[in-house]
């Protein structure tokens, strides 16, 4: 298993397809990192499909509808763009046309996606998992979708 180096600001997501360790991001993303903490300290995205999954791009979840159109009930965040790359495993922040619409989607990077860079807030890298996140069911949506077990801050556990 990965060294957890900072529980406080790692992620460990139990999916369906098996464990994922999430190293967070806050000087990247404060905000955003703020509120991924918040609403796994909530155990909100128990449960919650991978409801969007492109094979070689990314795996989508976050949305308690499943649909690619919900989200908690806190105020969207403002938009933290850093100059951090796309690349595999990298953890960003879904959102609408409006940069500053992220909520609670986020996605995870199969492989590298530069078009991305600036464009999405990045808060984490997967630092142990990636082979389970490779299995996770590919669809735009998803036929009978992988989920999140669990999703917990590593401190919490």
């Not at 600001?9 to 993303?29: H, R, Y």
């Not at 790359?85 to 986020?106: D, E, L």
């Amino acid at each position: 298993m990965a060294e957890i180096k900072d529980p406080e600001n790692t992620i460990v997501m139990e999916t369906t397809k098996g464990k994922v360790v999430i190293e967070l991001l806050p000087d990247l993303a404060p905000n955003h990192v703020a509120r991924i903490k918040e609403l796994a300290r909530e155990n909100f995205y128990d449960g919650i499909v991978f409801h969007r999954v492109i094979d070689g791009f990314m795996a989508q979840t976050g949305d308690p509808t499943g649909t690619g159109m919900g989200g908690s009930d806190k105020p969207d965040l403002k938009a933290e763009f850093s100059n951090m790359s796309h690349v595999r495993g990298t953890c960003s922040m879904a959102r609408s046309q409006n940069p500053n619409s992220a909520n609670s989607q986020f996605f995870i990077c199969f492989d590298d996606a530069p078009w991305l860079n600036k464009q999405y807030s990045v808060w984490g890298q997967v630092i142990e998992g990636m082979d389970a996140i490779d299995q996770i069911k590919k669809g735009e949506p998803v036929r009978d979708p992988d989920s999140i077990v669990t999703m917990r801050v590593a401190a919490d556990a």
